[in-house]
Protein backbone atom coordinates (compact mmCIF):
# COMPACT_ATOMS: atom_id res chain seq x y z
CA UNK A 1 0.00 0.00 0.00
CA UNK A 2 1.31 3.37 -0.93
CA UNK A 3 0.51 6.25 1.22
CA UNK A 4 0.15 9.74 -0.49
CA UNK A 5 0.91 13.02 1.79
CA UNK A 6 -0.23 16.09 0.76
CA UNK A 7 1.02 19.45 2.20
CA UNK A 8 -0.09 22.24 1.68
CA UNK A 9 0.45 26.29 1.63
CA UNK A 10 -2.25 28.11 3.47
CA UNK A 11 -1.70 32.19 2.64
CA UNK A 12 -3.56 34.54 4.91
CA UNK A 13 -5.61 36.96 2.56
CA UNK A 14 -5.81 39.55 5.47
CA UNK A 15 -2.19 40.72 5.26
CA UNK A 16 -1.88 40.09 1.82
CA UNK A 17 -4.65 42.60 0.98
CA UNK A 18 -3.54 45.08 4.07
CA UNK A 19 0.18 45.25 2.41
CA UNK A 20 -1.31 45.77 -0.88
CA UNK A 21 -3.44 48.71 0.00
CA UNK A 22 -0.47 50.27 2.36
CA UNK A 23 1.73 50.19 -0.72
CA UNK A 24 -0.90 51.63 -2.70
CA UNK A 25 -1.73 54.55 -0.20
CA UNK A 26 2.12 55.15 0.09
CA UNK A 27 2.49 55.10 -3.88
CA UNK A 28 -0.54 57.93 -4.14
CA UNK A 29 1.22 59.69 -1.52
CA UNK A 30 4.06 60.10 -3.24
CA UNK A 31 2.36 60.59 -6.09
CA UNK A 32 0.19 63.56 -5.24
CA UNK A 33 3.11 65.13 -2.56
CA UNK A 34 5.30 65.45 -5.62
CA UNK A 35 1.70 66.85 -7.69
CA UNK A 36 1.75 70.93 -7.89
CA UNK A 37 -1.09 72.62 -7.27
CA UNK A 38 -0.99 74.69 -10.16
CA UNK A 39 -0.78 71.69 -12.45
CA UNK A 40 -3.60 69.89 -11.07
CA UNK A 41 -5.52 73.74 -11.37
CA UNK A 42 -4.68 73.51 -15.07
CA UNK A 43 -5.94 69.91 -15.66
CA UNK A 44 -9.06 70.89 -13.36
CA UNK A 45 -9.66 73.57 -15.87
CA UNK A 46 -8.99 71.63 -18.78
CA UNK A 47 -10.95 69.15 -17.63
CA UNK A 48 -14.07 71.79 -17.11
CA UNK A 49 -13.42 72.58 -20.82
CA UNK A 50 -13.43 69.62 -22.24
CA UNK A 51 -16.57 68.19 -20.44
CA UNK A 52 -18.66 71.81 -21.09
CA UNK A 53 -17.80 71.44 -24.61
CA UNK A 54 -18.77 67.90 -25.11
CA UNK A 55 -21.80 68.64 -23.31
CA UNK A 56 -23.17 71.58 -25.85
CA UNK A 57 -24.05 69.48 -28.31
CA UNK A 58 -26.11 67.45 -26.50
CA UNK A 59 -28.15 70.04 -25.26
CA UNK A 60 -28.42 71.45 -28.85
CA UNK A 61 -29.54 68.50 -29.85
CA UNK A 62 -32.70 67.93 -27.51
CA UNK A 63 -33.37 71.96 -28.03
CA UNK A 64 -33.93 70.82 -31.61
CA UNK A 65 -36.03 67.51 -30.78
CA UNK A 66 -37.99 69.46 -28.68
CA UNK A 67 -38.73 71.85 -31.37
CA UNK A 68 -39.47 69.22 -33.89
CA UNK A 69 -41.83 67.88 -31.59
CA UNK A 70 -43.61 71.01 -30.41
CA UNK A 71 -44.25 71.77 -34.78
CA UNK A 72 -44.93 67.63 -35.10
CA UNK A 73 -47.65 67.99 -32.60
CA UNK A 74 -49.17 71.59 -32.82
Same mark, same amino acid.
Given at each position: ???ITVKRTVFRQ???RAR???SFRELSRAY =? /???SSL? =? /?IEALLFA???A???WPIFAAAGALNE?????LG
Open positions: MNVANKLSR =F /AREE =F /AIIVISALLQRA
